[in-house]
């Protein structure tokens, strides 16, 4: 009888979450790659928008339960705290003008999707992002919890936007 411990996962040995992601999607034949011609396609993919719903309630529920432990439900995170958020960030300038809160939700959605399935950034580092930048007064009002998720996604998107794959992405659009 084989110890369970001593099984290796198909994927323990991977080099990166995209690498995991790419035979994932391969099996569950959605479409994947890594390599989008430009931040338009990351930022308008459905896929990724699907995908970056739940990676951002999730760790948007984590955060809030790590301010306040009373906090216990999970929560959908607000499309129009996702729409100010992107708005207010350094991908406005990517975004179509006439576009509904809901549209604006999935792109903030597809970019968180597309940098964590890259592996530029863990599930950790968003949490503790979002953590870090959510106010302490959650439980006051939903006014409160809405004005400070609008924030802390501002704070998340604007980090993502610093790092060096979007950087080379964009130089590599404007050439």
């Not at 995991?20 to 430009?38: E, G, H, T, V």
């Not at 006051?140 to 809405?146: F, L, V």
Request: charged residues 20%.
């Amino acid at each position: 009888m084989s110890n369970p411990t001593n099984k290796q996962s198909k994927f323990s040995n991977q080099k990166s979450s995209s690498e995991f992601y790419k035979i994932l999607f391969q099996k569950i034949k959605i479409p994947f790659s890594p390599d989008y011609a430009n931040i338009e396609d990351i930022l308008y993919s459905k896929h990724l928008a699907s995908l970056g719903d739940a990676l951002v309630n999730y760790c948007y529920s984590v955060a809030r339960f790590a301010i306040n432990p009373l906090l216990t439900s999970s929560v959908r995170v607000w499309d129009s705290s996702l729409a100010t958020a992107i708005r207010q960030s350094p991908f406005n300038s990517y975004i179509k003008k006439r576009i509904s809160q809901g549209e604006l939700g999935d792109c903030v959605e597809a970019i968180v999707a597309w940098t964590y399935m890259i592996g530029a950034i863990t599930l950790e580092n968003i949490i503790e992002i979002l953590k870090q930048n959510l106010p302490q007064e959650l439980l006051k009002n939903k006014k409160i919890e809405k004005d400070g998720a609008t924030f802390a996604f501002i704070s998340l998107l604007e980090h993502l936007y610093s790092l060096d794959i979007f950087k080379s992405l964009l130089e590599k659009n404007n050439k």
